[in-house]
């Protein structure tokens, strides 16, 4: 997606004619030139619209009336009570023919003195019922000649500050618009917002609780990263058929999709975990916000906390990463615990490490921890430095061994592939950790919440698989499920993604089916595991094909990470029955469900 560079101002400055100052106090011409000036400044940049790759014009804005006395003392006309700026805006573009438009489009409109007034939510609103009730061939659901809508046209408007999109965005949402309309350059609302060199979070969050989607590619490579997918998968659109790479994301739509799906989860958790641990939940997901900015973890490097003050956590996330030679994502954890601050480096690739994913460090120099990350912040190829350089270089100490965080709770590796779930997770590993020390919550009860809210990720990407209904992406998610089958809720979803394989290839031969799913059969029952196999036959995967690290089977993968009911399924899923056989050459499923 293309960006928008950010040196060039996506409008042109409002002009107001100047004339020379003949009087300096209380006069028009001094009051007017002074509102001017003040104006011009904050709408420097402001003027027509121009959308992404060669959108054509949106709209114009008039250049303000020239010609005002200016020497005279103002004095407003009772005759000529002043206009407000709806019926100015109004009144300036209801004869047009993308009248509509341009109320979301004008950055301001000038008064009588030729002063440029900023337009606020309201009167953009009022101006836009005004003209659709004097035009009523015209809709709130229409397009411009490029197939911009409206929503294009708030998204496009540095003029509306983010809150004021948001609130656009909802009364646009509460007339029932439709947020997937695309431009003529195939761009969403959504992938513009996401896509502006200036983004604002409150619009895209708007945009998403409102049903927008990103693109179909990135939707699929969310689903790829929330359930652990890697390599590449068959993506048919109206530009054909191709291959997609799972493992690779942007990181403006790991922000907008991953971080949501973190903050729901941590939520969900917290809502039925013990006491002991609900609040440290409720901390790291107050905090799971922005976590591109770095400015909350340099002040928590600094700032000490107040001895005198309630303990709490003082936990910060920063998400990063770099793009040179070669893009990669990190995280970083900070917490300041009773000895003093510590930072956690996730998924950086410590070469001397590679059996980890979180190395610990000691902050002994604060102003040099400090101003790596402003360097950092500047420039996200400096972060790099942190693994290619020293670390006490930049203000930090590794902790030796028996201070990092145990082995049996950091079962994972340093990854290249998915990074930016990796990163995640095991930040939120780190976060877990390093306040549950300070609060002396059992390692069993940590990791029965890092399992509970990795789960409930996989879940979450479970169930935008089966809403995308493509079986080979379904099928693939489901093995992915498999080595995770210890966990009830997952054992579920497997059986839902297996259901959902048969139903698609039933329909799409021309035999729907008409029986309602019952509940799960025993996961443990034939029942049970011949849909799975089923399914797994279907959408073209063969567990015995497929290995994880070290070249190990999803069954002996599954017994060296503690699960031996996983292994145990997969035991038997790898081994077709005769009855297995019968189920694919008979109406199988009618069958099934008939008995």
């Not at 007017?32 to 959108?55: A, H, M, Q, Y």
């Not at 804005?61 to 407003?76: C, E, H, I």
């Not at 990092?404 to 939120?428: G, H, M, V, W, Y």
């Amino acid at each position: 997606m293309p960006k928008i560079p950010k040196n060039t101002p996506l409008l042109k400055s409002v002009e107001v004619p100047k004339t020379e100052s003949q009087s300096p106090l209380h006069t028009l011409d001094s009051l007017v030139e002074k509102r001017t000036l003040d104006l011009s400044d904050r709408l420097e940049g402001f003027g027509p619209l121009s959308v992404l790759n060669g959108l054509t014009k949106i709209s114009q804005l008039v250049t303000p009336r020239a010609g005002t006395r200016r020497s005279r003392p103002y004095a407003p006309s009772r005759s000529a009570p002043e206009e407000t700026t709806e019926d100015l805006l109004y009144n300036r573009i209801r004869h047009q023919s993308d009248s509509p438009f341009l109320t979301m489009s004008y950055t301001a409109v000038p008064n009588r003195y030729g002063v440029p007034l900023p337009l606020d939510n309201a009167s953009r609103i009022k101006a836009l019922e005004q003209i659709l009730v004097d035009h009523p061939t015209l809709s709130i659901h229409d397009h411009d000649k490029d197939f911009a809508t409206l929503a294009h046209h708030i998204i496009l408007n540095p003029a509306i500050s983010g809150k004021e999109q948001a609130e656009l965005i909802h009364y646009l949402a509460e007339k029932g618009v439709d947020f997937s309309t695309r431009s003529e350059q195939q761009f969403s609302p959504l992938d513009l917002a996401i896509n502006l060199d200036e983004i604002e979070p409150q619009a895209i969050e708007a945009l998403l609780s409102h049903g927008a989607q990103m693109d179909l590619p990135t939707r699929y490579r969310i689903i790829g990263h929330l359930t652990g997918l890697s390599g590449t998968i068959v993506l048919e659109t109206e530009a054909g058929k191709g291959e997609l790479q799972l493992t690779e994301m942007a990181p403006k739509d790991a922000e907008f999709s991953l971080d949501p799906a973190f903050r729901t989860a941590l939520r969900t958790a917290g809502e039925v975990a013990p006491d002991n641990i609900r609040g440290l939940l409720e901390a790291i997901e107050e905090r799971w916000n922005n976590t591109r900015d770095s400015r909350p973890l340099i002040n928590n490097i600094e700032v000490p906390h107040d001895p005198k003050e309630t303990p709490r956590a003082s936990l910060e996330v920063l998400i990063t990463g770099w793009q040179v030679p070669q893009g990669h994502a990190v995280s970083f954890a900070c917490n300041r615990e009773e000895d003093g601050v510590y930072l956690y480096a996730c998924n950086t690739g410590v070469s001397s490490n590679h059996k980890r994913s979180i190395v610990r460090y000691r902050v002994t120099d604060e102003a040099k921890a400090s101003e790596f990350f402003r360097n950092c912040q500047k420039d996200r190829d400096n972060t790099r430095l942190f693994f290619t350089e020293k670390p006490k270089n930049f203000g930090f100490q590794r902790c030796s061994q028996d201070k990092q965080i145990p082995l049996s709770l950091d079962k994972s590796f340093q990854k290249r592939e998915n990074c930016p779930i990796t990163s995640r997770k095991a930040c939120l590993l780190a976060m877990l950790w390093s306040e549950g020390q300070r609060q002396n919550i059992p390692q069993k009860t940590i990791e029965n919440s890092y399992k509970q809210i990795t789960s409930l990720l996989r879940q979450y990407g479970a169930e935008l698989a089966l809403s995308e209904n493509n079986p080979q992406l379904m099928g693939r998610t489901m093995v992915k499920l498999l080595t995770k089958l210890d966990r009830p809720d997952l054992k579920e979803t497997c059986y839902r993604l297996a259901v959902a394989i048969i139903e698609h290839h039933e329909t799409t031969k021309g035999h729907p089916l008409h029986a309602p799913l019952e509940a799960m059969p025993a996961w443990e029952s034939n029942e049970y595991l011949t849909t799975l196999q089923t399914a797994l036959s279907l959408s073209g995967e063969d567990l015995n094909t497929i290995f994880e690290r070290h070249g190990k089977t999803l069954s002996e993968h599954a017994e060296d990470r503690g699960n031996p009911e996983a292994a145990a399924i997969l035991k038997r899923l790898s081994k077709p029955t005769k009855r297995f056989s019968r189920y694919l050459q008979l109406d199988f499923w009618k069958t099934f469900l008939d008995n």
